[in-house]
């Protein structure tokens, strides 16, 4: 018995060693045998690919960042919400969504937004959108939605910069009114 626990005992010591010394171990993602692969080194039977005819990098664009102004774009129902922002509510007095980033082919990028009354008065809504490339702003634009009737949900589209320069997310923020 004495001898079984002291087994038992040097087993879980060596056990508990080789689990410290594995994770003391670097991990890679990567095995050692696997190429790293960059621009320099991919291509067709080892022959590098000349910079002219690599694929486009998103994140190697610059572009000077473009203001295109206030734009008042018409305006199309897209339905109805409740009347629910009160004073004292936690209802916002208008909402926003920004979808359907799209390019209008041989122009610009175009984005959809919706804006919504939630509530009891005619509010005219105003937003500022910014066309990004990631985190890197290549435009931005001041949207006015003038008029909206209590419970209206309007569309519009927005033009934003060229399609020459990319562009992967719209964030936009209510400028007004926020009470």
Do not use: Y
């Not at 067709?44 to 206030?70: C, E, L, S, W, Y």
């Not at 209802?91 to 122009?107: E, I």
């Not at 175009?110 to 509010?123: D, F, H, I, M, Y």
């Amino acid at each position: 018995m004495r001898f079984t626990a002291i087994t038992g005992v040097a087993l879980l010591l060596i056990g508990a060693t080789g689990v410290a010394h594995a994770q003391a171990q670097p991990v890679s993602g990567r095995p050692a045998w696997e190429p790293v692969w960059t621009p320099e080194t991919v291509g067709k039977d080892n022959v590098p690919v000349p910079p002219q005819d690599r694929a486009f990098d998103p994140h190697a664009q610059t572009v000077p960042m473009r203001h295109i102004g206030v734009v008042t774009p018409p305006m199309r129902p897209a339905g109805t919400v409740p009347v629910a922002s009160f004073p004292g509510s936690s209802v916002p007095v208008v909402s926003l969504n920004a979808s359907a980033l799209r390019p209008v082919p041989g122009g610009h990028w175009q984005v959809t937004l919706t804006g919504a009354n939630n509530s009891p008065r005619v509010v005219d809504l105003r937003a500022t959108c910014s066309f990004n490339n990631g985190a890197r702003p290549v435009a931005d634009v001041e949207v006015v939605m003038p008029g909206l009737r209590p419970g209206d949900q309007v569309a519009v589209d927005v033009a934003g910069p060229p399609v020459t320069s990319f562009v992967d997310t719209v964030p936009c923020q209510v400028i007004s009114p926020l009470q």
